[in-house]
């Protein structure tokens, strides 16, 4: 079972980036897809999330607005496009993915229930 991140880079402020995470080793389908993030010395955050079936997303109020999180089935791939850039979105962001065993549940905002968890990509914005 796997799950890599991509995409995290230094921008600046008012810049996008998007991340990637591609899972292998488990039924994709079967499991909704959350993103976290984790800035140094914080605790961990979730950001977004997006649902095993009917693709249903949710965000953090912080973030709504000017990330879109969206899931490709053929490339068991969930993507976070990240618009608009603040400093306090520097983080280290993980993907996560949950078994929904069909149900409506989201890794989201918590972290219960989550069954695997990728090694994260960092994220840098400065002026």
């Known amino acids: 079972v796997q799950l890599v991140e991509s995409g995290g880079d230094l921008v600046q402020i008012g810049g996008s980036l998007r991340l990637s995470c591609v899972a292998s080793?488990?039924?994709?389908?079967?499991?909704?897809i959350g993103w976290f993030r984790q800035a140094p010395g914080k605790q961990r955050e979730g950001v977004s999330a997006i649902s095993s079936r009917d693709g249903r997303t949710y965000y953090a109020d912080s973030v709504r607005g000017r990330f879109a999180i969206s899931r490709d089935s053929g490339k068991s791939a969930v993507f976070l496009e990240m618009n608009n850039l603040k400093p306090e979105d520097s983080a280290v962001y993980y993907c996560a993915a949950g078994f929904t065993g069909g149900s409506a549940w989201v890794p989201f905002p918590g972290e219960y229930g989550v069954d695997y968890w990728g090694k994260g990509t960092s994220v840098t914005v400065s002026s």
């Open positions: 080793g488990f039924s994709f389908d079967d499991y909704a």
